[in-house]
């Protein structure tokens, strides 16, 4: 996190955190994605997110990585983020996720469906809409997934507004 000192951003960060659940486990091209900040300004969600694959079967199957939310609270006096949730996406490569204006609800877009291993055998993981209800201590709770058939096309972007 950095700050302004008038029109000027600060030139080293204030405030650095980890945004993984697992440090040390890296498998693959692992990346934190966009970045939140809830209509209450208590609160940033930031997505993790993975989709390296090797050949398996002569087919692309992920290796693994971390595909979830890091939650922080915001300190109201000092601006330093806490963590307090990692939850899971509910897909593979969330690469865009939005806010209601209400702040009551958070919805990811997964880009592109995925070859996963389950055990011995293999699975789709699906392209998807994940809604996750914001509980009033600002955590995430996941309500339902929308499975979306995008073909051999991803889907990059998706966004909310209020009516």
Not at 17 to 26: F, Q, R, S, V
Not at 74 to 102: K, M, N, Y
Request: aromatic letters at 8%; one cysteine or more.
């Amino acid at each position: 996190m950095f700050e302004f000192a008038g029109d000027t951003l600060s030139p080293a960060p204030v405030f650095r955190k980890d945004t993984l659940a697992e440090l040390g486990n890296i498998r693959g091209r692992q990346i934190a994605g966009i970045i939140h900040v809830h209509p209450n300004g208590r609160f940033v969600y930031v997505v993790n997110r993975a989709s390296t694959t090797a050949e398996f079967d002569s087919k692309p199957v992920f290796v693994g990585g971390e595909n979830n939310f890091a939650v922080y609270s915001i300190d109201p006096a000092t601006g330093e983020p806490s963590l307090v949730q990692h939850v899971d996406t509910r897909g593979i490569h969330c690469r865009t996720f939005h806010i209601d204006p209400s702040g009551r609800l958070l919805v990811a877009a997964h880009i592109m469906p995925l070859t996963v291993k389950d055990g011995a055998a293999l699975r789709t993981v699906p392209a998807s809409l994940a809604m996750f209800r914001i509980n009033a201590d600002d955590r995430l709770h996941f309500i339902r997934k929308y499975e979306i058939d995008v073909g051999d096309r991803t889907m990059l972007w998706m966004g909310m507004v209020a009516l």
